[in-house]
């Protein structure tokens, strides 16, 4: 199973938004409404922000969104803040009891 | 909570065991994955087990090579790592399975393949 596409690196000013794409196939991200989004800080355990494509867990601000559009996913990240800053990752269910990562894209905040 | 153990040096060609201890939630309900990431580089799926035990599932990476098992008695998750590689090198995370993503994770337990 290939990797989920994700940008390398995003970056936006205080107050912006930026979104982070994740680019899959029709038997992934397009086959399956299971898009996970996650983040994760340096020397830290990912935490997840958003599952099913577009709900977030209690406790994740509203500033960050999911959707998804065919074959690709996006996270849109609202009112950037400082502590934004870190890498972001996507998930997908890939059929067959197996799941896939995207490689992360790792988010600046300017 | 999630609490890996078992990491740790080991020679190619080595195996190791890894451990997942569960508390704090009915561990017998939930399907458990295991994610391995290199220092600096991006999360893996490796494998996944359904609550039962019954129904296994593996990245082809380590398909043939890594076991992946759970004894809901001692809520405990296991990772079976045989004919281990230098590539194999990484920080292993349990994960619980909610909806197809991963709330809960582990500390991670970190394994080197080296000579």
């Not at chain 1, 849109?76 to 800053?85: F, K, N, R, Y």
């Not at chain 2, 490796?46 to 296994?56: A, F, K, L, M, Q």
Request: hydrophobic residues 30%; positive net charge; glycine residues 12%.
């Amino acid at each position: 199973q290939s990797a989920l596409t994700q940008p390398p690196s995003a970056s936006g000013s205080p107050g912006q938004s930026v979104t982070i794409s994740c680019t899959g196939t029709s038997s992934d991200v397009g086959g399956f409404n299971y898009v996970s989004w996650y983040q994760q800080h340096p020397g830290k355990v990912p935490k997840v922000l958003i599952y099913e494509v577009s709900k977030r867990p209690s406790g994740v601000p509203d500033r960050f969104s999911g959707s998804k559009s065919g074959n690709t996913a996006s996270l849109t990240v609202s009112g950037l803040q400082a502590e934004d800053e870190a890498d972001y990752y996507c998930s997908s269910y890939a059929g067959s009891n197996k799941m896939v990562f995207g490689g992360g894209t790792k988010l600046t905040v300017l | 909570q999630l609490v890996e153990s078992g990491g740790g040096l080991v020679q190619p060609g080595g195996s190791l065991r890894l451990s997942c201890a569960a508390s704090g939630f009915t561990f017998s309900r939930h399907y458990m994955h295991w994610v391995r990431q290199v220092p600096g580089k991006g999360l893996v799926w490796v494998s996944r087990i359904n609550d039962e035990g019954s129904s296994t599932s593996y990245a082809d990476s380590v398909k043939g090579r890594f076991t992946i098992s759970r004894d809901n008695a001692k809520n405990t998750l296991y990772l079976q790592m045989n004919s281990l590689r230098v590539e194999d090198t990484a920080m292993y995370y349990c994960a619980r399975d909610d909806f197809g993503s991963y709330v809960y994770w582990g500390q991670g337990t970190l394994v080197t393949v080296s000579s």
